[in-house]
Structure formats: C-alpha cells, structure tokens
C-alpha cells in the first residue's frame, strides 16, 4: 500500500520508513516545518534546519520521494500560543499531545489521505483491530512507550495510521537503522519539547509574551513567605526554585493567575483523589463507571488504580482509589485497561 511517513530527522521514524519499505509499501517521507521565531529556526528536534536534512537524507538512502511541507502557522496558532497561555494561566501544559492531535494526525494525516495512503510515525505505540474497533496500546518497549501522548486518536484516525516500530525495543529499532545504513541510525535522542530546546520553559514565555510580573507566595492560611517573579515559573508539586530558606520543605499547593499569587504547602497536601476531565477524548466511548482502570497523571506516572465517572451533563471526573501526589491542572490523565488506551483528557 502507499504510506505517508512523517519523517523527524531522528532514528525512530527513519526506521519505520526501512521496515515499510522492506515490507514492500510505496513509501514517501514528509517532514513537517513547524517552528521559528523571528525567521530562526528555533527547534531542537522535528524542525531544525539539521534534522530536515537528516530526513532528506534518509530518504535518498532508502531511495523514497521526500517532501518538506510548512505548518508554521498551524503549529504557532494550535501548540505554541496554547502552550504559552497555558503557563501564564498558572497551567503545566503538554504541547506534545496538540502538536500529535492537531498537526500529525489532522493536517498530516488529511494530506496522506488525499494522496491515498495512510500514515505511518515513529512512535511507540501499537495498533490492533479486533470485533470490528480499533485499539491503542502501549509500546512493547515500556521505557519508550508514547501511548500517552496519543490518546486523541479515536476509531476515525487509527483506521489509517501505522506504528511499525510500536512492537519493537530502542535498541531493535537501532539495529534496523544500521541494516540499511541509515544516517540517522546513532544519532542521540532529545527528551526536551521541539521548540525549547534548552529547557527553559519560563524563558521561552517571556520570549513570546515579554517580562511578566511577580506576585506572592503564600502558605494556605494566605500568610505571605515570600516573592516570585511570574507564576509561568511554578507548576503544581514543586519544590525546587521556591527560594524560601531553610525549615520544612514546602511545595506547589495552587496557583491562582488572577492574583499573581502561589501557594504552597507540605507534600500531602499535594495529593488528590478526584479531579475532573476537560475537553476528553475516548478511543471506543467511556469506560463503564464500575470498571476499574488505570488512570496516569503524568507521562512518567506508572498509574493509579481508579473509575472514571460521566455526569447526566456530560461532565467527566476520575476517582483514584487513593489519592495520588502532584494532580496538575493542564497535564493530561489518560486512562488504561491493562495496555489498551481507553482515551483521557486535560486535568482540571
């Protein structure tokens, strides 16, 4: 069949267009440009200058069309902006999963469509049919899984999207790499988000949004301890960077934008049992509110055991069977029955 990779200049998705084009598909490699910031290229992975010639190169290697295509607005209007927002409104978000929702598996995928193919990335996750649906699972290598980042996919998207690298581990995915001498096949992997390479999240809002102001920070009795300078630079269950001198550690309560203010508090008054879903996104339909599921609040979460509740109104909350640490507005909680992603949506 004819596939469309979404080729990011790093080994994972170079593999997955060899294995398709071992497996004898018609393969054509597409990299997306996504990002810059006053005419530079800014990222670090998916989108630099270097990594588009790594994916050209991939692509003569295997000796497959290749195709650069230009999603800048589209990725500064759905990722960038709502990223930037997210943290000036005392949010943590994760961009990775709109940039998977809104870029990969709807403009992307729209285009491989209209050239009668399906889509195939290098991701780490697995699909399967069976009675009729289709399932997402987790990755058979656990340390690479990316399932979390996907749960957006409903039945409509998986029907054409491929994950040929999903049933492998890393070092497996290597190894297909250098079978056919591929460029990119040792090239490190970066862990960072694309378009802040550096890290410095707090940094690249001020770039976008200019200086912001500093507030307060408060213990939950309102009693003022000290001073921040903007609440981009705080995310729920923090410690670090608090700068509030010795005595009992203290770490993120809330964060309330409207007041500049953040509060903090001892660990245990981190956690939390319950805690609602927006915007939320099934692969099949909700779980029954009797099942009992695997709820993750972060990506790195190994899971909580819980059930997931949907109101006359359409509200959806979970219910953790006990509370968990760190329950942060803005990350995703994504939902699991064993390996089988049930879907998830934004923490609020």
């Known amino acids: 069949m004819r596939v469309v990779v979404a080729m990011s200049g790093g080994v994972d998705s170079s593999a997955a267009a060899a294995l398709l084009k071992e497996q004898g598909h018609e393969v054509i490699g597409i990299t997306l440009r996504v990002w810059s910031y006053e005419g530079k290229a800014q990222c670090g992975s998916c989108c630099s200058p270097d990594d588009i010639d790594d994916a050209r190169a991939v692509a003569q290697t295997l000796g497959i069309p290749f195709y650069v295509a230009n999603a800048e607005e589209l990725f500064k209007d759905r990722v960038v902006s709502p990223f930037v927002q997210s943290y000036l409104g005392g949010k943590t978000p994760i961009p990775c999963v709109a940039c998977n929702r809104d870029v990969k598996f709807n403009f992307l995928l729209k285009r491989a469509r209209a050239l009668g193919a399906r889509l195939a990335t290098g991701h780490y996750a697995r699909v399967e049919q069976q009675d009729g649906k289709f399932l997402l699972r987790r990755a058979v290598d656990s340390a690479k899984d990316q399932s979390y980042f996907l749960f957006t996919l409903g039945q409509q998207e998986l029907t054409d999207v491929l994950f040929p690298v999903g049933g492998m581990t890393k070092s497996e995915v290597r190894a297909v790499a250098e079978r056919h001498a591929l460029p990119t096949s040792h090239k490190p992997e970066s862990m960072e988000i694309c378009f802040v390479p550096d890290g410095d999240y707090a940094g690249f809002v ?17 009693q003022v301890l000290g001073t921040h300078a903007g609440v981009h630079r705080f995310t729920v269950g923090q410690r670090r960077g608090l700068n509030l001198g010795g005595g009992e550690a203290r770490y ?15 660990a245990d008054e981190t956690s939390r049992d319950s805690f609602g879903l927006l915007q939320p996104h099934w692969v099949d339909g909700p779980p029954p509110p009797e099942k009992s599921v695997l709820v993750r609040i972060r990506h790195r979460h190994p899971g909580a055991p819980g059930r997931v509740h949907v109101s006359n109104h359409g509200l959806v909350s979970i219910h953790l069977d006990s509370p968990a640490r760190a329950v942060t507005p803005g990350q995703a909680a994504v939902v ?11 923490i609020v």
């Open 206 to 222: 001020e770039k976008v949004a200019g200086p912001q102001p500093g507030g307060e920070i408060v213990d939950t009795e309102g």
């Open 252 to 266: 993120v309560q809330r964060i309330e934008p409207e007041s500049r203010r953040v509060v903090v508090g001892p």
């Open 336 to 346: 699991y029955d064993g390996d089988h992603v049930l879907g998830g949506g934004w």
